[in-house]
């Protein structure tokens, strides 16, 4: 199993990886404070939460040579991006704050010959320029929206605004997009979760170029050098990256299952695939992340639909939950996703009350239980709203959730890549929902690929083995199981296989699929789950559907600031969550047996 220090990328020497290490229980607790002794040493961190070295870089260039004294700045892929984020920090942050708020656009030089290949990769950066008060504001709408750019467009662009390539857009700016007003939401969520305090400030440190990679690392930071030289366009086909887009969608749609050459002709899209019919290629979009996949499906339905509150069914991936309450009317937040909290909200429904639309995920994060989509796609027929199912865990391989939801969405930077170098979500219209033709409609109008050219030559790169992955994750996931639900000291083990909720799986899963890659557990107590993480000889650290098992105190890191509120919601905060990896599975089961036995001298009462 590999070994990463504190703060080193996961996977070690990566220049764009998704992950850090925080090997220990005491190391998360210390970055959750933000003691430095943690936080110095961190070289890299999950890409919404933490500003890579590349896009920091780039942006005090850009302070540098444009801003005034104080101004810091945060850059967007377009200048709509960048135009929802000022619009933000207008509507949260104190007039005082708002003093030199503006927008600049960088694009290529137009009075410079560039090559076609140049012209069409379409490089350009908004900078989003702001007094530093006004940091922690940027920061969350560029951490909850995922609108941000992504650390190889900043790497290539900063390139070439080096080179006086990239320059101050002249003409004036457009108007403002239509936008839907934000609401601060209830007063219980208004406190700040752990994502929203860490103090990134002090941890922008980037990554260290790696002296002594494996070959692997080597090649892919040679793959990245080429991109980046033929940046002018001398040797880049460029009709690969439309051609490697167009292969994660049909991946996506679930007619391209084999590898295949990019430059070769694409089967034929089926009209069931997906499990309905008169589905296309254009019915799946791509965005820079799996949290922008939700907010642009959060942002198409306030404008295709009457602006109403949402409702977020079971306990949230934290920035989901964020969305919802802060950009439109508000959330009616259930937090189990109970057959009671469905009775509940079928009564509401049956009294009167109306909604934009629901958003679950399939199974749940961190407990794995899965709502019931049958019910629910019922109850939304029957009372006119949207069904929005996020099925990063499951997956498609697995299951078919689509049938049941109007939008599914998808965090193609998770097990789809595997790698965990590359950001990428994906956004999925059913074509027989009942709202298809105003989203088709509304997405046609505003709907703009941010999705970097690079980014995509990597994820379908990594994504040509996924259902082969996918089924050996399966595996070795029912083999940990078997491990943990052996151990005394293991109290409960959250899989779909094993949840209460099995039947509301069962009923999207597919004819060849499992039960998914994510595992929790928790223990008898605090210092026996404190023993088990520290003693586990896995990479330790955020995200998860890496090819290589990585596990986290899930809730330590997502909830920090409200660990009583999971508590109450049924989520233990001393969970372990478990993202299991290819590896043999015969060492997988020796390195968990291993870590439980660490557990074995802890006594039960302890605290």
Request: with cysteine; net charge negative.
């Amino acid at each position: 199993m590999p070994s990463f220090a504190v703060g080193e990328s996961i996977p070690a020497h990566t220049a764009h990886a998704v992950s850090v290490s925080l090997p220990t229980w005491k190391a998360n607790v210390g970055y959750e404070e933000g003691e430095k002794a943690v936080v110095d040493k961190m070289t890299t961190g999950y890409p919404r939460f933490f500003i890579h070295k590349s896009i920091e870089a780039f942006a005090q260039d850009i302070t540098a040579k444009f801003g005034k004294p104080g101004q810091r700045a945060m850059l967007f892929p377009t200048r709509k991006a960048a135009q929802r984020c000022t619009q933000f920090i207008r509507d949260k942050a104190s007039q005082d704050d708002l003093a030199q708020l503006e927008v600049l656009n960088l694009v290529l030089d137009s009075t410079k010959k560039h090559s076609e290949a140049l012209q069409l990769v379409r490089p350009a950066v908004s900078a989003v320029l702001f007094q530093q008060e006004a940091f922690p504001i940027a920061k969350q709408y560029w951490q909850h929206s995922g609108d941000g750019v992504s650390s190889r467009r900043a790497e290539f662009c900063h390139g070439l605004f080096r080179d006086s390539l990239l320059v101050l857009e002249s003409s004036p700016q457009s108007p403002r997009p239509s936008y839907q007003k934000m609401s601060r939401g209830p007063r219980r969520y208004q406190r700040p979760m752990s994502i929203d305090g860490v103090n990134t400030s002090t941890s922008q440190t980037g990554i260290d170029s790696a002296k002594n990679g494996s070959s692997d690392e080597e090649a892919e930071a040679l793959e990245s050098s080429r991109f980046l030289e033929e940046r002018f366009g001398r040797n880049l086909d460029i009709s690969l990256v439309e051609n490697a887009k167009s292969a994660v969608r049909r991946r996506i749609a679930g007619v391209l299952t084999e590898d295949i050459d990019l430059t070769s002709t694409f089967p034929s899209m089926e009209s069931d695939a997906r499990g309905v019919s008169n589905f296309r290629e254009d019915d799946v979009y791509l965005a820079p992340c799996g949290m922008n996949a939700i907010f642009t499906a959060h942002q198409t339905l306030l404008k295709t639909r009457e602006p109403r509150k949402s409702i977020n069914f079971g306990f949230p991936y934290v920035d989901t939950l964020k969305i919802l309450q802060k950009f439109g009317p508000g959330c009616l937040f259930f937090g189990r996703a109970s057959a009671a909290d469905l009775d509940d909200l079928e009564a509401r429904l049956k009294g009167g009350e109306r909604f934009l639309g629901l958003f679950c995920e399939f199974p749940g994060n961190p407990l794995l239980t899965c709502p019931d989509l049958v019910r629910i796609r019922r109850l939304a027929d029957e009372y006119d709203f949207a069904v929005v199912v996020d099925e990063t865990i499951g997956t498609f391989v697995n299951v078919n959730v689509l049938p049941y939801a109007d939008i599914v969405v998808s965090s193609l930077t998770k097990m789809f890549s595997g790698e965990s170098n590359v950001m990428g979500g994906g956004l999925v219209l059913n074509p027989n929902g009942q709202y298809y033709k105003s989203l088709k409609e509304v997405l046609s109008r505003e709907f703009e690929d941010t999705y970097w050219a690079e980014d995509a030559i990597f994820l379908e790169r990594n994504s040509r083995d996924f259902i082969t992955r996918t089924s050996r994750v399966n595996m070795n996931s029912e083999s940990i199981c078997e491990v943990l639900l052996a151990h005394p000291n293991v109290t409960n083990v959250y899989y779909p296989k094993y949840s209460n909720t099995k039947a509301n799986y069962d009923a999207c899963k597919l004819p060849n699929g499992g039960y998914s890659g994510l595992i929790s557990c928790t223990l008898k107590n605090k210092a026996q789950a404190i023993a088990f993480f520290d003693a586990l000889d896995t990479a330790k650290g955020p995200s998860l559907g890496t090819n290589f098992t990585l596990t986290s105190p899930y809730v330590l890191l997502a909830h920090y600031q409200e660990l009583e509120w999971a508590r109450e919601l049924g989520v233990d905060p001393n969970l372990v969550r478990i993202s299991v990896g290819l590896e043999d599975p015969e060492v997988l089961k020796s390195v968990f047996t291993a870590a439980l036995k660490a557990t074995e001298g802890v006594p039960d009462d302890s605290s």
